[in-house]
């Protein structure tokens, strides 16, 4: 399988090392010059784009899946992206949990009022020129060195009890696989770890009952039901406390 990676961040070039570990042919896009060396070490025919300038496309004619991996919040890549002539069988888009509303809840799929609009419009953007597109939301990156011991290793954590909404890079991979090896679903999916303890569960420190938090977001909590039961898909990591 040829895939096209089209913006190669954190998650992008794990991405790439473990699908050109797996024998697919990754073309790996990058904005910066300065990342094409390490993207070729990861084994990647790896190409300048940017939305956000005139670019070259003729490269990804070839591709049999696209994955969307650009800063979705940012819109300046908007217009660009509008001028993509390549179709391609199957397309993912990698998304954010962060859409749904800062509120108390428990959020899925289904969820369609008071998403965050910049987000929204963002999707929005990709499925008016893609319908076929696979909508992966992906909770928190974690792994490696992201981890809520290095975020709060100088400073206390604001709101110890507030919940948490996060996924380990390692089921990532798995989960994108997954979708590249099914048949297109068209769908949303949130990829996020089932369980969900307080930031202050994790750093194992003790909470004095709940703090008041702007929009009370302390039981926000995002489901990934969709993706274990329709792929019965079992997490590596499913429970951020372990990460």
């Not at 509008?82 to 990698?94: C, N, R, Y």
């Not at 974690?142 to 919940?163: A, I, T, V, Y």
Request: glycine share 6%; hydrophobic share 35%.
């Amino acid at each position: 399988m040829r895939i096209a990676i089209i913006g190669c961040g954190w998650v992008g070039n794990r991405l790439v090392k473990f699908l050109t570990e797996k024998d697919h042919q990754v073309i790996a896009t990058t904005t910066s010059s300065e990342k094409i060396p390490e993207l070729q070490s990861l084994g990647a025919e790896v190409h300048l784009l940017d939305f956000g300038k005139n670019y070259k496309q003729d490269f990804l004619k070839s591709a049999d899946v696209a994955i969307f991996s650009m800063p979705i919040s940012r819109d300046s890549w908007f217009e660009g992206f509008k001028k993509l002539e390549s179709t391609f069988p199957k397309t993912l888009l990698f998304s954010s949990t962060g859409i749904y509303p800062l509120k108390n809840g428990i959020f899925t799929e289904d969820d369609e009022y008071d998403l965050r609009s910049d987000i929204l419009v963002a999707e929005n953007v990709v499925l008016d020129k893609f319908p076929q597109t696979t909508v992966l939301r992906f909770g928190g990156l974690m792994g490696d060195e992201r981890s809520l011991q290095n975020f709060f290793s100088r400073k206390k954590p604001p709101h110890p009890e507030k919940k948490v909404n996060y996924v380990h890079y390692a089921d990532i991979l798995p989960i994108v696989e997954l979708f590249l090896t099914s048949e297109p679903h068209h769908k949303f999916y949130n990829i996020v770890a089932p369980e969900h303890p307080a930031i202050g569960e994790i750093l194992n420190i003790e909470t004095e009952g709940k703090s008041a938090q702007p929009d009370d977001v302390n039981d926000r909590i995002v489901s990934s039901r969709r993706l274990i039961q329709e792929f019965n898909y079992t997490f590596i990591h499913p429970n951020p406390k372990y990460f």
